[in-house]
């Protein structure tokens, strides 16, 4: 079964439900049984109130005699026996305590009627006083009376003592009961904190930061959450989404290219033209001097067009290795090989009034993938050439961190710069200085995404009317690297990840 997020939060609900069911049922019991033990202790102590305004006539009657005490005794007698049988009728066991009903209303029923008899046959006693007319009989029966009326207070008495002992018990329960209901309350929210914070909070916070990955142009896929809830299938479909935009953008990326290749066609026909004139004089020379020319002459000749030969090749494999998509690969690349190879591609592009000079130290050796760095170079060198349509000078230096852990590379034009406002969106999708029709506005953010992936980074600075400086922070040994291939990249060397350009 998967426990889907709305079927967790309706288990939680479920639990709350329970729990808190039980335990409003343990304290409604309680509840019940307190206000029944309170209710039949009020009515205990009324029976116990009877019992003694009895007795309290009782002895007025053995101490100052008086028909008036003996009636009054005789009515608080009938309404303490009527109080027992309510209290019987109400309830014969409460509380594991058993209240000898039917010996009670028996004791009490031989009290009254001692009482009675004491109207009946010794009314006409003196009313003075009882001590010296008092016959042997009658001192029996007083006797009797006040017996009967001792063990009725005594066990009205117990009665009341019982009962309230019941109520002191059920006190202490239902106060255990409220401890009991708010330790499952503090454990349900405890569990809920919990089930919060794992189920829900650490995935959206998962989701999130992806989120905010993605926002900074890294498109790594999320991890992946094993919750088997609606996080897990958002967390798959963002996968999906950044596999579509991984698969679209290499394809935008190959566009790019073959757009940067239309671009520099007019210059490598231009630099394929003068060494094919080269080799066309040459065998024009050979073939009129075949039959009596110099042979080391000759010899000199053909190896002059053999090198002519070498250079057209060099700049068509260029062409095809820029043109060609390959995989992202990380080779050991040096630093001066990439630039003058680069140069190489765009040098019949580089207008007359507009100096390139670099500084490069030979030394320097980083890991990277060749042919889109190229790319993103190509790029910029362009763009800075573009934005020095009167002329001016193109720097490119390379040089190490202090730390010796990234290797930086500075494209610095002499141009018309960028404006402070259109600086911070350069890196934005199809945003463009450039007039309409002259720019897709992607060079840049394809570059940016190519930097990205050899976990590198793009500044830029600019002074409108003065230039602009872009910066490439790259890795000396990126760890995200596979693995490194010996070897300096061929002149030209192909791109197969993001694209860059001012436009």
Not at 240 to 246: A, G, K, Q, S
Request: overall charge negative.
């Amino acid at each position: 079964m998967r426990f889907t997020l709305r079927l967790k939060i309706l288990l939680i609900f479920s639990i709350f439900l329970l729990v808190g069911g039980a335990a409003w049922s343990l304290n409604f019991d309680a509840y019940r049984q307190l206000t029944h033990s309170l209710q039949l202790l009020e009515e205990k102590n009324k029976f116990l109130n009877w019992i003694l305004e009895t007795r309290r006539y009782e002895k007025n009657y053995f101490l100052s005699g008086g028909r008036d005490n003996l009636a009054e005794a005789i009515t608080f007698a009938r309404k303490a026996h009527e109080q027992l049988r309510l209290i019987a009728d109400r309830s014969i066991t409460n509380g594991g305590v058993r209240d000898d009903f039917p010996r009670l209303l028996e004791a009490l029923g031989s009290y009254q009627k001692s009482l009675e008899d004491l109207i009946a046959p010794f009314s006409g006693v003196r009313q003075s006083g009882l001590g010296a007319s008092r016959s042997a009989d009658l001192q029996v029966h007083l006797a009797t009376v006040r017996g009967r009326g001792n063990f009725l207070t005594t066990e009205a008495e117990t009665m009341v003592r019982n009962q309230q002992s019941v109520v002191g018990k059920l006190l202490e329960q239902k106060k255990k009961y409220h401890y009991i209901a708010l330790a499952e309350i503090v454990g349900l929210c405890v569990f809920t904190v919990f089930f919060l914070f794992f189920s829900v909070n650490r995935p959206l916070r998962a989701i999130e930061n992806g989120i905010a990955k993605i926002a900074r142009g890294d498109y790594e896929n999320l991890p992946s959450t094993s919750k088997g809830d609606e996080f897990e299938d958002l967390v798959v479909s963002l996968n999906h989404m950044l596999d579509e935009i991984n698969r679209r953008t290499d394809q935008l990326i190959q566009s790019k290219k073959m757009a940067s290749l239309g671009t520099l066609t007019s210059g490598v026909a231009h630099e394929l033209n003068n060494p094919i004139n080269n080799i066309s004089t040459t065998l024009q020379i050979l073939l009129e001097e075949l039959e009596d020319g110099d042979i080391d002459y000759q010899r000199m000749q053909l190896e002059e067009a053999e090198k002519q030969v070498e250079r057209a090749r060099d700049i068509v494999k260029a062409l095809l290795e820029f043109s060609r998509e390959t995989d992202f690969s990380i080779q050991e690349v040096c630093l001066q090989d990439l630039i003058e190879n680069t140069l190489k591609l765009i040098r019949g592009e580089v207008p007359a009034d507009v100096e390139i000079e670099t500084e490069l130290p030979p030394d320097i050796k980083m890991a990277l993938d060749p042919r889109t760095i190229q790319q993103v170079l190509i790029n910029l060198i362009i763009n800075g050439i573009q934005a020095m349509p009167h002329g001016g000078k193109l720097y490119i230096r390379g040089f190490e961190s202090p730390d010796a852990e990234e290797v930086c590379i500075q494209v610095q034009d002499t141009g018309s710069g960028i404006s402070p406002e259109d600086l911070p969106k350069i890196f934005d999708p199809f945003f463009s200085t450039k007039e309409v029709g002259h720019g897709t506005g992607l060079g840049l953010s394809v570059s940016h995404g190519i930097v990205k992936k050899h976990g590198g980074r793009i500044n830029v600075e600019s002074d409108l009317g003065k230039g602009t400086t872009f910066t490439l922070f790259l890795k000396a040994r990126p760890e995200s690297a596979p693995g490194i291939e010996s070897g300096n990249p061929g002149p030209g060397a192909a791109v197969s990840g993001d694209a860059a350009g001012k436009e």
